[in-house]
């Protein structure tokens, strides 16, 4: 398959690029989370977990709106889809800066999640266009890894507008950041999907690619199993300012705590781009689930003898492995669920998006509105993503396999 990107734009450049699309929907959750306590307060929010909502409607928004912008990107092109979500995120964004009340916040918030969809699926179907399997999966893993440093450094910068100003400055900055990347896209990023390979759009078509998505067993049991997994991060991302800011009570070194453990993620990426196009997807998404199961197990029997409260030391080196073991999985998780799918790639792409986002906002979801003090609903969020996804990999790769793959695998 010819590289497209190579012919148009250096590589290093289509990387940093699609990066920085994805980014946005990092930035649009880490860079406030220093912030959700004023912001619910301010604006009169009923309960103390209710600041989990600022999060939460922002992940439905963006799980409906994948819906949408696959179909369209195949049957538009890629460019268009992405200039209409990134219109939508930055009025999304306006709306969230200029409100008095936390009603219009939530708005604000859900229709930024919309529009984040689409930079998010046009940017996975730009890898997709241009890269297949191994390759795929090694590009989508550096670009995870400069994706990561946005959770390192985004709620740092956080905490530093609240320093300095008010909370609404961070949402100004969002839409400053989406014009940057609307130009850049612009000036520099060529079509990837040419006029004959593009989709009349149609309900019909939109339908029949979801179900041959469904259908295949592959895709399916691998697009549950991200849903899964993101599931104790979306649960974790709820929490984790209630957790670090009150119950350890680490105030302004919140962020550093936090960036701490992302840097685990960016380092996993980055390992996982090395390895994989020597051990392939499957082998090393298998070993890294099948340890952060077996960790979380224990983490969750050591966090009960503690009643909830384990020690700051002993919680953040057993979050440290876990985020290891985890970004083990991202990027192979969803190459392997588009793997099959490239003559549908936006179609797909937006199905294995939404999907996974909902079942993902789902558990995360419950874990995070059951915070109760104790970190006993982040460990076990965890645990239940680990092993879902765990019986849904499995699920996906005995249908996939023959008995000569199984036996090479090992």
């Not at 179909?71 to 889809?81: E, I, L, N, Q, Y």
Request: a positive charge; one cysteine or more.
């Amino acid at each position: 398959m010819a590289d497209v990107t190579d012919e148009v734009a250096p590589r290093v450049e289509f990387i940093a690029l699609v990066a920085l699309t994805t980014s946005l929907v990092a930035m649009s959750i880490d860079t406030m989370l220093p912030a959700l306590g004023r912001m619910a307060s301010e604006l009169g929010a009923a309960h103390a977990n209710d600041r989990q909502l600022i999060l939460s409607v922002f992940f439905g928004g963006m799980s409906l709106g994948q819906l949408v912008y696959g179909p369209v990107s195949d049957s538009t092109g890629r460019k268009p889809a992405l200039y209409i979500g990134m219109g939508l995120f930055m009025l999304g964004g306006l709306i969230c800066a200029l409100t008095q009340s936390f009603s219009w916040l939530l708005i604000g918030r859900a229709l930024s999640g919309f529009g984040a969809a689409g930079p998010r699926i046009v940017s996975v179907a730009l890898v997709r266009d241009a890269h297949a399997g191994r390759s795929m999966a090694r590009v989508m893993s550096f670009v995870s890894t400069v994706f990561i440093l946005v959770p390192v450094l985004a709620p740092s910068v956080g905490q530093a507008v609240l320093a300095i100003g008010s909370w609404r400055a961070i949402f100004a900055g969002l839409v400053a950041v989406a014009v940057v990347n609307v130009l850049w896209v612009a000036l520099r990023q060529p079509e990837t999907l040419p006029v004959a390979s593009r989709v009349r759009f149609s309900l019909r078509g939109i339908v029949r690619g979801c179900g041959e998505t469904f259908r295949n067993r592959l895709s399916l049991g691998y697009m549950l199993g991200s849903g899964f997994v993101f599931g104790g991060f979306i649960g974790y991302l709820s929490m984790s300012q209630q957790v670090f800011q009150e119950q350890y009570g680490l105030g302004t070194l919140f962020p550093i705590f936090f960036g701490l453990l992302a840097s685990a993620i960016g380092l996993a990426s980055f390992v996982n781009g090395k390895l994989v196009m020597r051990f392939g997807m499957r082998r090393l998404s298998r070993l890294a689930l099948l340890s952060n199961c077996a960790l979380c197990i224990c983490a969750l029997i050591a966090s009960l003898a503690f009643a909830g409260h384990p020690p700051l030391v002993l919680f953040v080196c057993y979050m440290l492995v876990c985020f290891f073991c985890n970004g083990l999985l991202f990027g192979n998780f969803s190459a392997r669920a588009m793997e099959p799918m490239g003559h549908i790639a936006g179609v797909a792409a937006a199905v294995n998006g939404s999907v996974s986002g909902l079942v993902a906002l789902g558990i995360g979801t419950a874990f995070g509105r059951a915070y109760d003090g104790t970190v006993l609903p982040v460990v076990a969020g965890f645990t239940t993503s680990a092993l879902l996804a765990l019986a849904a990999t499995e699920f996906a790769e005995r249908g996939a396999r023959s008995p000569v793959d199984a036996v090479l695998e090992l």
